[in-house]
């Protein structure tokens, strides 16, 4: 479909469903983005495995601290936090300060 209605493939580029949903064929939801890219734009908000309730926190056990984490192209940014909070306001600027493409921290509309 976007070939079609868009245009032309890049190589070494995917097409990212910015409406988050795989199966859409919708050439306005749909745009060429590296790997890093998509990886970065990833909507859901939390992964199924997380136990927080927020993306990139979690607990340290080991210190009694909440972790904001964020990796960009396999390198970890850490932070420690008293609160599940102040962790997860922390994740958002790690994201926004390393993630050139986070659309949802952004507060950028998502296509539905």
């Known amino acids: ?7 032309p493939l890049i ?4 097409i990212d469903h ?5 199966g859409c064929v919708n050439p306005d939801h ?3 983005v590296s790997n890093q890219a998509n990886v970065q734009h990833f909507i859901k908000p939390v992964r199924s495995h997380n136990t927080s309730g927020y993306r990139g926190v979690h607990f340290h056990a080991a210190s009694g ?5 964020v990796t960009v192209r396999g390198k970890r940014f850490l932070t420690y936090h008293k609160t599940i909070e102040e962790a997860a306001a922390a994740a958002v ?3 926004l300060k390393h ?7 952004r507060g950028e509309p998502l296509r539905e």
Do not use: P
């Not at 479909?1 to 245009?7: A, C, L, P, S, T």
């Not at 601290?65 to 984490?69: G, I, K, R, S």
């Open 99 to 105: 993630h050139t493409h986070n659309d949802r921290d």
């Open 11 to 14: 190589d070494g580029l995917m």
């Open 65 to 69: 601290l909440w972790v904001a984490n």
């Open 93 to 95: 600027e790690l994201r």
């Open 1 to 7: 479909m976007y070939q079609k209605y868009v245009g």
């Open 30 to 32: 749909l745009r060429q």
């Open 18 to 22: 910015m409406c988050g949903n795989r």
